[in-house]
């Protein structure tokens, strides 16, 4: 399981992964998948599926399908990422999220958190060394985002594509001359027997 808290006037210290049995890509503990922005489809779509969920308004989202809900990440090996440089940037800024509202958070179960180690949050602030890209002007993204997919939210566009823990993710069934939609239908050929 996962519980973030807001990093707001807070401080936290990080140990390091090392030692870690890789509980943040465990899909039964939790990792089954992340939501993703427009900058993240290209880098996602080597080597996970591109789906989409619904909001609680009906409208979709993209999102990195990470795993079955049930093992590992496919690409864990001996508890360590096999594409560590080319893994997605929800993995690259664990134990930190961001959200809508610009606010950050962070995994307080990570087992590395509050841990002796370097200080990675100061009274609210990320230390230079662990800012991502990914962590700045969030909100901006993800309605960027947002607009472009309320283009296709037609029910007729897409279809279920499986369950996974009661949470429903769909595929669209035509590219409609959109790049990111073409990007996503062809990220569906890893969507193969580790996922059903």
């Given at each position: 399981?996962?519980?973030?808290?807001?990093?707001?006037?807070?401080?936290?210290?990080?140990?390091?992964?090392?030692?870690?049995?890789?509980?943040?890509?465990?899909?039964?503990?939790?990792?089954?998948?992340?939501?993703?922005?427009?900058?993240?489809?290209?880098?996602?779509?080597?080597?996970?599926?591109?789906?989409?969920?619904?909001?609680?308004?009906?409208?979709?989202?993209?999102?990195?399908?990470?795993?079955?809900?049930?093992?590992?990440?496919?690409?864990?090996?001996?508890?360590?990422?096999?594409?560590?440089?080319?893994?997605?940037?929800?993995?690259?800024?664990?134990?930190?999220?961001?959200?809508?509202?610009?606010?950050?958070?962070?995994?307080?179960?990570?087992?590395?958190?509050?841990?002796?180690?370097?200080?990675?949050?100061?009274?609210?602030?990320?230390?230079?060394?662990?800012?991502?890209?990914?962590?700045?002007?969030?909100?901006?993204?993800?309605?960027?985002?947002?607009?472009?997919?309320?283009?296709?939210?037609?029910?007729?566009?897409?279809?279920?594509?499986?369950?996974?823990?009661?949470?429903?993710?769909?595929?669209?069934?035509?590219?409609?001359?959109?790049?990111?939609?073409?990007?996503?239908?062809?990220?569906?050929?890893y969507f193969d027997e580790y996922f059903i």
């Amino acid at each position: 399981m996962k519980r973030f808290e807001s990093i707001k006037n807070s401080t936290f210290t990080f140990s390091s992964c090392d030692s870690c049995d890789s509980r943040c890509c465990d899909g039964a503990r939790g990792s089954v998948y992340a939501p993703i922005n427009l900058e993240d489809f290209e880098l996602v779509s080597k080597y996970f599926p591109i789906v989409f969920t619904k909001g609680n308004l009906g409208y979709i989202m993209p999102a990195v399908l990470l795993s079955n809900g049930a093992d590992f990440c496919r690409y864990i090996k001996d508890f360590k990422c096999s594409i560590y440089e080319q893994r997605p940037s929800v993995c690259k800024i664990y134990p930190f999220s961001p959200s809508i509202t610009n606010e950050v958070f962070i995994d307080i179960l990570c087992p590395a958190v509050n841990q002796e180690g370097d200080n990675v949050v100061i009274n609210g602030e990320i230390n230079k060394e662990y800012k991502h890209k990914k962590l700045e002007n969030f909100q901006d993204k993800t309605v960027e985002t947002f607009n472009h997919f309320s283009l296709f939210n037609e029910d007729d566009f897409y279809e279920e594509l499986i369950v996974i823990n009661d949470i429903k993710f769909y595929k669209f069934k035509d590219s409609m001359n959109d790049k990111y939609l073409k990007i996503h239908l062809d990220s569906q050929k890893y969507f193969d027997e580790y996922f059903i």
